[in-house]
């Protein structure tokens, strides 16, 4: 018998966190942050769920901050076995964790200064050392091996098609006194899209007994329509208004897809040429390593010529330093400025917003997901000022929408992926907010008749062998 719990990506899209526990060995799949609503990141302060010394190994599925931004929270109270991930997951974490622990670190030395924190002093979640330490645990395995994790269990990972190095994670636990063959899992990571700029289209799912399958867009389609003509309509659009133009980019994946797109625009006379400025250090140091895993990548839009990469060429201008991104400020001719966060939460874009959203010739496009609560969704909402450093900031610059950047597949896509697979005995639906795990679930279940469960928060389940 083996038991299963959902300490995270339950009935809501963050903290992914799913504990095995078999033969007296426990591992965790994916160890996440919880973000956004503020009773869901109060959960990353609350007493750990399990004995960090009982944990025998991690598997990550990806490198996004919901997958592994935990991991420094762990170490920080002594956890130090292997954390098993691709490599260029591994890449791409040294990049994430050592950001989100100076976004920890700035965030309570803010809430010090300001002295609003219930706390005295403001202590953040982890800091740097324990990040450092995280990243010593990293073990790089290749996809499509099989590789021992601890004790019953092994792993073999597959293209999710979602990120850079992102995959889905195959498990077995060896056969135990109660079975006679091994009881296999998939957990799905996050699911990409088919057809997707750069990724390759999600493999398809290896037979299992069990399932836990993602549903961040399990209710819903995303738009139709051909993403580059879309793109570009916007850019010369937006070029036509006289401008400049401000796309708020997740740095990694979202900002090195328009990069690519933007290039290739330019390079088939679809758009003028006009300079493209990604103004984030943190997206600078995650296109170096996408263009590291160049043969990783699906360009079947298009090759570059004259490029070693696709998110290198001559109209792409990289900002590290504050001094680089500050002369961004004197851009006043058609051109792209990429810079994130991608909700416009926080970092170099609200310098930009700031300094262009009062200009009626500039358009802000809006590439992706925003939350609600966040300045992506006020300004995508129709706002008229947008609250900016503690002061309201006139809207006269255009807001324009463009959906087709995600990189989760949509319900159609799910199904798409999920179409070869002969049922499992059961699927846990996770990772989507309530209403789109559960429509979800419905939908397997009426369309397949497939057995489909949505846990809570903290629910274990056992799952036994077939006879
Ligand atoms: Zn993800």
């Given at each position: 018998m083996l038991r299963l719990t959902f300490h995270g990506a339950a009935e809501t899209v963050t903290g992914s966190k799913y504990l095995l526990e078999a033969q007296g060995t426990s591992i965790l799949v994916d160890c996440g942050l919880f973000q956004g609503l503020k009773e869901l990141r109060l959960k990353n302060w609350?007493?750990?769920?399990?004995?960090?010394?009982?944990?025998s190994a991690i598997v990550l599925t990806h490198a996004h901050i919901d997958h592994i931004g935990f991991l420094p929270r762990l170490t920080k109270f002594g956890y130090d076995a292997p954390v098993y991930c691709t490599p260029a997951t591994e890449n791409l974490a040294r990049v994430m964790l050592m950001d989100a622990a100076k976004l920890q670190e700035s965030d309570a030395a803010y809430a010090n200064r300001k002295k609003?924190?219930?706390?005295?002093p403001a202590l953040p979640l982890f800091d740097a050392d324990d990040a450092a330490q995280a990243l010593k645990l990293l073990r790089p395995t290749p996809r499509g091996e099989w590789f021992a994790v601890a004790g019953p269990f092994r792993c073999r990972y597959h293209d999710a098609?979602?990120?850079?190095g992102s995959s889905m994670v195959e498990m077995e636990a060896a056969a135990g006194p109660d079975s006679k063959r091994p009881l296999r899992l998939l957990f799905s990571g996050d699911v990409g899209r088919y057809d997707a700029p750069i990724y390759h289209d999600p493999a398809p799912p290896p037979a299992c007994d069990y399932l836990v399958c993602e549903s961040t867009y399990g209710d819903r389609d995303h738009p139709t329509g051909d993403l580059q003509e879309e793109l570009a309509d916007s850019v010369r659009t937006a070029i036509r208004r006289g401008g400049v133009i401000l796309v708020a980019a997740f740095a990694v994946g979202r900002a090195q897809q328009l990069i690519y797109l933007l290039q290739l625009l330019i390079q088939q006379g679809r758009i003028p040429e006009l300079p493209i400025f990604l103004d984030s250090p943190m997206a600078v140091e995650a296109t170096n390593i996408y263009c590291r895993y160049s043969?990783?990548?699906?360009?079947s839009e298009g090759k570059l010529a004259g490029s070693d990469c696709a998110f290198r060429g001559k109209n792409v201008h990289l900002a590290r330093t504050v001094d680089e991104s500050k002369r961004i400020n004197n851009v006043s001719g058609p051109a792209v400025i990429i810079a994130s966060s991608g909700m416009m939460t926080g970092g170099r874009i609200l310098h930009h917003l700031e300094q262009r959203l009062p200009g009626a010739r500039n358009t802000v496009l809006l590439g992706g997901f925003m939350a609600e609560g966040t300045r992506g969704r006020t300004l995508e909402d129709g706002a008229a000022k947008l609250r900016l450093y503690g002061r309201d900031v006139p809207v006269r610059a255009a807001i324009v929408k463009n959906?087709?950047?995600?990189c989760h597949a949509d319900r159609g896509e799910l199904e798409r992926w999920l179409?070869?697979?002969?049922?499992?005995?059961r699927t846990f639906i996770t990772h989507g907010e309530k209403a789109s795990a559960m429509a979800f679930a419905e939908r397997l279940r009426s369309g397949r008749g497939w057995d489909t469960w949505v846990p809570r928060l903290g629910q274990t389940v056992a799952l036994e062998a077939p006879a």
């Open positions: 609350a007493e750990l769920p399990f004995g960090v010394g009982d944990i609003f924190s219930k706390h005295h098609g979602h990120l850079l043969a990783e990548h699906d360009l959906s087709g950047l995600s179409a070869p697979l002969p049922a499992p005995r």
